[in-house]
């Protein structure tokens, strides 16, 4: 059956005040990709990764630092994918199944890395379409993706109320979360599918197309 996936990068305490409740209003489930190497992580966000996967939300990884992999030898590569590994562990008390790759730059080896660690990749999910979805991302945008009959992978940062002042963006572009609600009941119109990573993966057995 073919699903949407919703994935949210980085560390954000609005993941879990804002965008998390949307999704539950309509009995969807997301993944937030967490940099447990962030300066201040445990102090600020980890609480709210644990309240998120204690509600059903997956938390995978986004590397233990928000680094250019690709700059990376394989093992310091390796070294960073096992250390967020155990961080999100001891966060959520479960181990990250599914791994985003910053600025989404990658090689065949640093999947294949991945595919150690974790059973699937948001670059490599099979017959999917990935999708950014930013400040300026419409609905009709998002719709004409779901329409196109394609798996879709949303890949956003965070998502805001129109007006509000951003101070902790840091120069990522949130959707406005009118437009990801319009979007959701859309799909829950439609009874299409909205799934984790993680479910998504499992759906298809797991397995990675490497397309570099």
Known sequence: MRQVI?????????????????????????????????????????????????????????????????????????ENMTRSIAAIEKCTGKKPRTFAFPY?????????????YFIETRNTLCGAERVDILGKTTFEEMKAHIDSGKTIVFAGHASFFEGEKIAEMRGYEPIDIVTLEKCLAYLKGKGIRVVTMEEAAEMSGGVVCFDV
Request: proline content about 2%; charged content about 25%; overall charge negative.
């Open 6 to 78: 919703f994935t949210w990068d980085d560390n954000f305490l609005r993941h879990a005040l804002l965008t998390a409740p949307v999704f539950g209003k309509y009995g969807f489930k997301c993944t937030f990709y967490a940099i447990p190497g962030e300066a201040g992580f445990e102090e600020k966000y980890a609480g709210a990764f644990c309240e998120l996967a204690k509600c059903g939300f997956e938390v995978g990884s986004h590397g233990y630092t928000h680094d250019d992999f690709t700059k990376m030898t394989l093992d310091e590569a390796k």
């Open 104 to 116: 989404h730059r990658y090689t065949e080896d640093l999947l294949g890395a991945a595919k150690e």
